[in-house]
């Protein structure tokens, strides 16, 4: 069964980066407004977040908590 929720960012924000050992970095990313994500809930996250989201657009994934998906994000159906 395909498990895949798809999200909209609603207001943006800025998340640390991390790198491949799920350390983060000095480095960030502001995620903007309008951007697309899917959230894969049958699949593993890879850097120990709650939620880990990959952007439709380009494949760049953000590790984030429950709570931001909350206050940033909202669902989305994409258009097929």
């Known amino acids: 069964?395909?498990?895949i929720k798809y999200y909209k960012c609603?207001?943006?924000f800025s998340v640390n980066l991390v790198d491949q050992y799920g350390y983060e970095t000095t480095e960030s990313r502001t995620i903007h407004v309008g951007?697309?994500?899917y959230w894969d809930t049958?699949?593993?996250n890879p850097?120990?977040?709650e939620?880990?989201?990959v952007e439709v657009e380009n494949e760049d994934w953000i590790g984030i908590d429950k709570d931001d998906l909350n206050?940033?994000?909202t669902n989305?159906?994409?258009v097929t």
């Open 10 to 12: 609603t207001k943006e």
């Open 35 to 37: 951007s697309v994500w």
């Open 51 to 53: 939620i880990t989201l």
């Open 47 to 49: 850097v120990g977040t």
């Open 76 to 78: 989305y159906i994409p």
């Open 42 to 44: 049958e699949n593993t």
């Open 71 to 73: 206050m940033f994000f």
């Open 1 to 3: 069964m395909d498990d």
